[in-house]
């Protein structure tokens, strides 16, 4: 099991503060200027979500993860190292066994950034 890029995904560094494209992400899922944490942005039916794209060793129980676009976020409830693979207990799921190197997407928040707002100073007021 991996978790593959989304032809709506979209990339945020909030560090640098600005979009990246998928090219300006680089292959753990950080930004190539400042290597923080991307946030990529997920669409589901009913949800805009912020999330970040880590490695199954970087998980930890209580993270709300999102195993298939068609699913709904699922909370971890427990982690158990077996050699190579992660075990993963998870919330109204069964459990699943994943290598330590693979991506799986742990929700953040909300999508609060807009591409054509971005442009716009946060100082400017409208009286
Ligand atoms: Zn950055």
Redesign the pocket.
Known sequence: MNSFPHITEEYY??????F?TSIEVNADW???????H?EIRIKTKILDNSCFRIRASELATNDMILLDRNDEFRTVLDLKKEGDNFKVAIERYRAINIHKDNFILKLHGGWYHNKEKSRVGKGESHP
Do not use: G
């Open positions: 560094c909030q560090n640098c503060n600005c990246r950080k930004c190539i200027k400042c290597s923080n991307i």
